[in-house]
């Protein structure tokens, strides 16, 4: 099974960084997503980690280390348009049918 | 590329009657979509991995029965929720897998259904 833990919410203000944590235990491990989503709107798509390390894209990083079953999403120089549920994904293998399940999703709120 | 399209966005249905959402992918062949279902402030929750030409493979917990899943084609996945309830209100989105980009998985639009 799978087993994907977020913090429920977070606060931050403009311009500052906040770090999203994600921990999970899956049976088997291919990739792990970021994805912001506004109320009422499909997830889109920030960041994809599969093996061990930084990945930087602009305001964005995730990070990720599989033995420790750990990733975080870094967003930096926040701004008011931030304020979005941030979603952590982990894609099962393709012979588990690639699916991707979800953790419970953090709101952040950027306040001025 | 890599755009999926799903409809209707919104739909208002009676209490017992079936409600049928379609997921399209426009420029690139989906052999696999996934649908999902999301409550007010919570996560997306997985309900079944849908193959085209074969039958669709659902999560525990979620009613085959009632969540009737086709895909019939390369470029289309339905989802029809029969005899609905109004606690089958919610907002399901649809992901098709894209197998030609790192990223894989492309999400509709959704479609935010409310039964009365």
């Known amino acids: 099974g799978q087993n994907i833990d977020q913090p429920t919410e977070m606060t931050a203000t403009e311009g500052a960084i906040v770090q999203i944590n994600c921990t999970y235990q899956?049976?088997?491990?291919?990739?792990l997503f970021w994805y912001q989503q506004h109320a009422g709107e499909a997830p889109t798509f920030l960041s994809y980690n599969v093996l061990d390390g930084l990945e930087e894209k602009g305001r964005f990083s995730s990070f990720l280390s599989r033995s420790k079953g750990y990733s975080y999403l870094l967003l930096k120089e926040l701004q008011m348009k931030d304020s979005a549920s941030y979603l952590c994904a982990v894609r099962a293998s393709k012979a588990a049918g690639n699916k991707l399940t979800f953790g419970g999703g953090t709101r952040v709120l950027v306040k001025p | 590329g890599a755009v999926v399209s799903q409809h209707p966005s919104r739909v208002i249905c009676k209490s017992g009657t079936s409600v049928k959402i379609e997921c399209r992918s426009l420029?690139?062949?989906?052999?696999?979509m996934f649908w999902y279902r999301q409550f007010p402030k919570q996560s997306l929750m997985l309900m079944a991995t849908s193959n085209e030409g074969s039958k669709a493979t659902y999560e525990q917990g979620v009613e085959k029965d009632k969540f009737l899943i086709n895909h019939a084609s390369l470029t289309l996945s339905t989802l029809t929720v029969t005899s609905a309830h109004p606690e089958d209100s919610s907002f399901y989105i649809c992901s098709a897998l894209h197998t030609g980009t790192v990223y894989g998985y492309t999400f509709g639009s959704g479609t935010r259904l409310t039964v009365v």
């Open positions: 899956t049976s088997g491990f291919n990739g």
């Open positions: 420029d690139f062949q989906a052999t696999t």
